[in-house]
């Protein structure tokens, strides 16, 4: 069983940051691609950043481009997301992802996406 721990998430006031961890743990795992996800109440679920296995391929949603940095520790199978200049706009349920694609792709669509988070909540106070 492999599991996916979320941390980092809190309260914040607009225009702070906050730094998102992922921990891979259980069965022996190397995770694939992995991304962020994120639902605000309301609004469907929405990838915010996702990387690549190797090559170091990002994407990045329009809305965080220049705010977000999404990076990735393979050796300890730990996922970030550093969010600066943070808007109230950016309050949802952040969620990690990953799959068992080890190629050079990231991916967006969360159908990829086999192994999931709990979520933690990031709010956004104006």
């Known amino acids: 069983q492999v599991q996916l721990v979320e941390s980092g998430g809190g309260l914040v006031q607009a225009g702070g940051s906050l730094r998102l961890s992922c921990a891979a743990s259980?069965?022996?795992?190397?995770?694939?691609?992995m991304g962020w996800f994120r639902r605000a109440p309301g609004k469907e679920r929405e990838c915010v950043a996702a990387?690549?296995?190797?090559?170091?391929?990002?994407y990045y949603a329009d809305s965080v481009k220049g705010r977000f940095t999404i990076s990735r520790d393979n050796a300890e199978n730990t996922l970030y997301l550093q969010m600066n200049s943070l808007k109230p706009e950016d309050t949802a349920v952040y969620r990690c992802a990953a799959c068992e694609y080890r190629d050079s792709y990231y991916y967006t669509r969360d159908s990829y996406y086999g192994y999931w988070g709990q979520g933690t909540q990031v709010t956004v106070s104006s």
């Open positions: 990387i690549s296995w190797i090559g170091g391929n990002i």
């Open positions: 259980g069965r022996t795992f190397s995770s694939g691609a």
